[in-house]
T-cell receptor, first 112, second 112 residues
Framework: GENVEQHPSTLSVQEGDSAVIKCTYSDSASNYFPWYKQELGKGPQLIIDIRSNVGEKKDQRIAVTLNKTAKHFSLHITETQPEDSAVYFCAASKGGSYIPTFGRGTSLIVHP | EPEVTQTPSHQVTQMGQEVILRCVPISNHLYFYWYRQILGQKVEFLVSFYNNEISEKSEIFDDQFSVERPDGSNFTLKIRSTKLEDSAMYFC??????????FGPGTRLTVT
C-alpha cells in the first residue's frame, strides 16, 4: 500500500519567515495530494491540494509543488504569522475513493 | 458554514465495554468516513461508507468495529469490546461530490 513520509516533525520559525514541509510517497498511482492543517482540539482541515497533472499550485501565502518523477511534494508558507502555528499533514490518494494516506505531521511553531 | 459534528468530545470506558461514537455529517454529503489517530502517530483510515454500505475498510477495521447510519443524519462507529490499544482520537469525515473531505473535531476515546 501507499506510504507517505513527512519531514520535519517540528519546525520553528520567526514571524515573517518562510516555512517548507516536505513529503514523499511510494505509490506511483497516487494522483491527488491534499494538505491539512490541524489546530488544537480540532479535526484536520484541507488548506490546499494538488493533482498529479499539475506541478505547482498557489493560494495567497501557501503554495504546493509536486515532482511526480521523484515522488515528492512540498508545502511552502511565506510570510508566516503566529496563527499559522498548527500541525500540518500531507497526504496522498488515488482516484476512485480518494481515501488519503497521511504523513506523520509537522508541528509548525511561528514565534512572534 | 456547515460542519461535521461529533459527540462526545471525550469518552472514557473500561476495557471490554462497548462504545458508540456519534457523528453528524454535513447534510447534503453522501460519503462518510471514520479515521483514528493514536497519540503522536499518523491519522489512519478505518472505513468509508456510501449508499448505506461499507465501500472500503482498512485492516484496522476488524470484527470488533461496525458502522451504521441509523437515520438520515447520524453516522456511528461502534467498538464492541474495547481494548487498551483502541485509545485514540476518532475523526469522522464526510464528502460531497468533490474530493474534499470535511473532518469533525474528533472524539478522544480513553480505554482504561
Amino acid at each position: 500500500g501507499e506510504n507517505v513520509e513527512q519531514h520535519p516533525s517540528t519546525l520553528s520559525v520567526q514571524e515573517g519567515d518562510s516555512a517548507v514541509i516536505k513529503c514523499t510517497y511510494s505509490d506511483s498511482a497516487s494522483n491527488y495530494f491534499p494538505w491539512y492543517k490541524q489546530e488544537l482540539g480540532k479535526g484536520p482541515q484541507l488548506i490546499i491540494d494538488i493533482r498529479s497533472n499539475v506541478g505547482e499550485k498557489k493560494d495567497q501565502r501557501i503554495a504546493v509543488t509536486l515532482n511526480k518523477t521523484a515522488k515528492h511534494f512540498s508545502l511552502h508558507i511565506t510570510e508566516t504569522q503566529p496563527e499559522d502555528s498548527a500541525v500540518y499533514f500531507c497526504a496522498a490518494s488515488k482516484g476512485g475513493s480518494y481515501i488519503p494516506t497521511f504523513g506523520r505531521g509537522t508541528s509548525l511553531i511561528v514565534h512572534p | 458554514e456547515p460542519e461535521v459534528t461529533q459527540t462526545p468530545s471525550h469518552q472514557v470506558t473500561q476495557m471490554g465495554q462497548e462504545v458508540i461514537l456519534r457523528c453528524v455529517p454535513i447534510s447534503n454529503h453522501l460519503y462518510f468516513y471514520w479515521y483514528r489517530q493514536i497519540l503522536g502517530q499518523k491519522v489512519e483510515f478505518l472505513v468509508s461508507f456510501y449508499n448505506n454500505e461499507i465501500s472500503e475498510k482498512s485492516e484496522i477495521f476488524d470484527d470488533q468495529f461496525s458502522v451504521e447510519r441509523p437515520d438520515g443524519s447520524n453516522f456511528t462507529l461502534k467498538i464492541r469490546s474495547t481494548k487498551l490499544e483502541d485509545s485514540a482520537m476518532y475523526f469522522c469525515a464526510s464528502k460531497g461530490d468533490g474530493n474534499e473531505q470535511y473532518f469533525g473535531p474528533g472524539t478522544r476515546l480513553t480505554v482504561t
